[in-house]
């Protein structure tokens, strides 16, 4: 049925925009070091926010793995879960060690984000990925604005205690727990669970020849027959005796790290894309730790208990530039692979300029400007590099 994709999308994107539309997000900060929570300066920098980004770390790859072996939707209401944990414990939670664990719960929430961006992809059909992928990313902005913009309206002009503000964030995360389970169950999956079809003979003949089904698939978005073997029909005698299972990828958690382990090798083989991987990895690193420590900052700066602070405005705002600037870039038309470095390094310099500028001129407004530019120009730089 040509319209099946828009009840599952509907769903995935009625769930993203409840899982980010968080307005106490951008005062988490002001929150923790505050007489509801009552803990110090250096106990939130050094003691808890360093949790979430090991636990992160430490569960991105066992996440992965298990998204793709539950097939995403479990996954996706785990992450609603461990949001209700979150939320739950930084309201009525006291002391250190109760909000390190709540800390680590809330890195169990950003690490299972994969299977909702990834979900999409396993119950549309190919022609609607575009659209699928449109939809489910500006949702999470959209929700991200609007959480960020609420917040600030209740904190500036009615005053509302930051607790209530994690009230609300609560009643979100919840919506869109209970929004998780109406997701249909997907059939298949990267790894674990491909399609088990009909296979024909140049999918067995590429298959056996080691081709990474990922790089089949780009390949066939330039040309479908460049890449195939002219003489498909008399592929290899190991194509004729692979069995079908076997062919769509059907093993277990062994054969899954083999795949793996080739794609990996045959990726990073080629130059050119070690590099953009290098920079994303650095890159992304790089902006979740500024996004994790720039509260602090502001902070240390400026702190909350003593004059009104605009972090949900600054947050809206470099959120809808970045929005802004990464839907421009689809329209900007230059020779991406033969200036794309050029660009890449440019603004990354300029992101470099504007982290340094932040972290040494100690003004609050000069340090929301240049967490502007930071954030929207990496925005826009993600776009660039996918």
């Known amino acids: ?207 056996a020849a080691g081709l990474s089904p990922r790089v089949l698939s780009r390949a066939a978005l330039e040309d479908p027959e460049s890449k195939v073997p002219l003489n498909a029909e008399e592929s290899p005698p190991a194509a004729q005796h692979v069995k079908e299972g076997q062919a769509v990828g059907g093993g277990g958690l062994l054969e899954v790290l083999r795949i793996l382990w080739l794609d990996l090798l045959q990726c990073y083989s080629s130059w050119p894309l070690l590099c953009w991987s290098v920079w994303w990895a650095l890159s992304t690193c790089g902006y979740l730790q500024v996004i994790n420590y720039a509260q602090a900052l502001w902070e240390e700066v400026l702190p909350s208990q003593d004059s009104d602070i605009y972090n949900g405005c600054v947050e809206a705002i470099s959120t809808l530039l970045g929005a802004v600037a990464a839907f421009g870039v689809g329209y900007v038309k230059i020779s991406w692979k033969d200036l794309g470095e050029l660009v890449l390094c440019s603004f990354s310099v300029v992101i470099a300029v504007a982290v340094y500028i932040m972290d040494t001129v100690r003004n609050i407004w000069v340090c929301y400007v240049s967490y502007v530019v930071f954030r929207s120009t990496h925005m826009l730089l993600i776009t660039i590099a996918t």
């Open 1 to 207: 049925m040509a319209e099946a994709w828009v009840f599952p999308t509907f769903v995935l994107c009625l769930c993203g925009f409840f899982t980010s539309m968080r307005p106490s997000e951008p005062f988490i900060t002001a929150y923790l070091v505050g007489p509801d929570k009552n803990l110090t300066q250096k106990e939130v920098f050094n003691e808890v926010f360093p949790v979430w980004t090991y636990s992160y770390l430490a569960l991105l790859l066992p996440v992965f793995l298990a998204t793709d072996f539950l097939r995403y939707k479990p996954v996706i209401i785990l992450q609603g879960a461990s949001l209700i944990i979150t939320y739950l414990m930084l309201m009525y939670a006291q002391g250190l060690m109760a909000t390190q664990f709540m800390e680590f719960f809330y890195g169990v929430s950003t690490a299972t984000e994969i299977a909702y961006y990834s979900y999409i992809y396993s119950v549309v059909d190919s022609a609607q990925y575009q659209k699928g992928t449109s939809y489910c990313r500006s949702i999470t902005l959209v929700g991200y604005t609007v959480g960020s913009v609420t917040g600030q309206v209740l904190v500036s002009l009615a005053q509302v205690p930051l607790f209530y503000l994690n009230a609300i964030t609560l009643t979100s995360v919840t919506l869109a727990f209970v929004t998780s389970w109406f997701l249909p169950m997907p059939n298949k999956s990267l790894f674990f669970h491909q399609a088990h079809g009909c296979v024909d003979k140049k999918e067995l003949t590429i298959k």
